[in-house]
């Protein structure tokens, strides 16, 4: 019966979905979708052979644009962003959701950090419902979805203190929102990588965003990441560091 509601559920968020882009879901659409069976993970031959870099694990950093070609190509349908630093890395979310939306697919960030920053770049209005209210019955799902002012990406807030990714709120809006959209950005606090495990399944890929350009620069959080079993990792530089320095080719300001 659970299964049946969350089909449902995200059947009629397909349609929401579908409404507010005033197009169809592109869910697989020009993708080369691998065998069910087959491993999920984002690895180099899924980048096209135009890509000016592919995003190998753990032994480069790229572009939320190469990134975006990947999954062009690839299964991964969540993506569970950790930040690196305190800086421009706690934005790479929206960076990426942004960038995804882009490129013609739908695609929705679950900010599970607590904070405020992400709420504050998508210009969602302070008070607006999110997780919480969803989870206290003040709010149903379809309320709690908003769409990010400067792109095309929606965003489900947490509001209140951050939520258990392994909650049964959560847990819902992770699957109603996998039957409707591309793609699915987490949001997740690095200092709660020990709740990585319950978002983890064969079609998820961690992206570790940040302000370096070299893999050195992530060398501590892929430490504590692989401590706990987690060795398939991406690193992503944040577009606000590169225009720092040299604006990255396509790259929008």
């Not at 929102?177 to 950005?185: L, Q």
């Not at 987690?230 to 040299?246: E, S, Y």
């Amino acid at each position: 019966m659970m299964g049946a509601g969350i089909h449902a559920l995200g059947a009629s968020l397909s349609d929401f979905v579908a409404r507010g882009l005033a197009r169809p879901s592109a869910r697989f659409a020009n993708r080369t979708v691998p065998s069910r069976t087959a491993s999920a993970a984002l690895m180099p031959h899924d980048i096209p052979a135009d890509a000016p870099a592919a995003p190998r694990h753990g032994d480069e950093v790229v572009t939320s644009r190469e990134l975006v070609m990947a999954l062009h190509r690839s299964a991964i349908g969540r993506l569970v962003m950790l930040s690196a630093d305190g800086g421009e890395g706690g934005l790479g979310g929206v960076e990426l959701g942004r960038a995804i939306a882009r490129a013609g697919m739908s695609c929705i960030l679950i900010d599970l950090t607590g904070e405020e920053r992400i709420a504050a770049e998508t210009g969602i209005a302070p008070g607006s419902p999110g997780l919480h209210e969803f989870a206290e019955n003040l709010a149903p799902l379809g309320e709690i979805i908003h769409r990010d002012s400067r792109g095309g990406c929606h965003v489900v807030l947490a509001t209140g203190a951050a939520p258990e990714p392994d909650s049964p709120d959560v847990t819902l809006v992770l699957a109603a929102c996998a039957e409707a959209y591309d793609c699915t950005i987490v949001a997740l606090d690095a200092r709660r990588m020990d709740d990585l495990p319950s978002l983890l399944d064969e079609e998820t890929a961690i992206v570790v965003a940040g302000q370096a350009a070299t893999p050195d620069g992530y060398a501590t959080i892929a430490g504590d990441l692989r401590a706990l079993g987690v060795d398939d990792l991406i690193f992503m530089q944040c577009a606000a560091t590169r225009r720092a320095g040299r604006r990255a080719p396509d790259q929008p300001d």
